[in-house]
């Protein structure tokens, strides 16, 4: 059984991408998995792409035991030997390397940081007294530039 979920497994992992991906979304999902004979916590790397009419679809799974810059570099390259010619839009976390990374396979692509990055790394500026008023007044509702985008 394992060997058949696996084949087809490795099937979807290889198979032919579209040749333009308008948004994509690089990020990590943690996840607990049994290894070994114990539940470890274990991060999975995405690629999520949302295409024209707005369905999304998974570009590719991995489980990695670390994430850097090369790391997505291989993931890039990846993506584009399976039939991938461009990106319009990548969404990324702040990771160091990342948009270099992209723009070397893509270099078109426009790399933009995730919102939800953006507000973290942001809070790291305000003392933890100050959070409780900065936070509500970060969400979509409260900034006028946001609601337009709603």
């Known amino acids: 059984m394992t060997d058949q979920v696996l084949e087809a497994v490795g099937e979807w992992q290889n198979r032919p991408l579209e040749l333009c991906y308008p948004l994509v979304f690089f990020d990590t999902i943690r996840v607990k ?7 470890r ?13 707005g ?19 291989r993931v890039m390259n990846e993506l584009k030997s399976r039939g991938c010619q461009d990106i ?3 969404v990324v976390d702040g990771l160091k390397g990342f948009p ?20 973290r ?15 509500p007044a970060l969400r979509p509702s409260t900034v006028p530039e946001m609601r337009r985008l709603e």
Do not use: M
């Open 33 to 39: 998995i049994r290894d070994e004979g114990f539940v």
């Open 41 to 53: 916590n274990k991060a999975v790397y995405v690629a999520l792409a949302v295409l024209a009419d």
């Open 55 to 73: 369905t999304k679809e998974i570009l590719g799974l991995r489980i990695e035991k670390t994430e850097g810059a090369k790391f997505w570099l």
């Open 88 to 90: 319009l839009i990548a």
């Open 100 to 119: 270099e990374a992209i723009t070397a396979i893509f270099p078109q692509t426009i790399v933009q940081t995730c919102i939800v990055h953006l507000i």
């Open 121 to 135: 790394h942001s809070l790291e500026f305000v003392s933890y007294k100050d959070r409780k008023p900065v936070v």
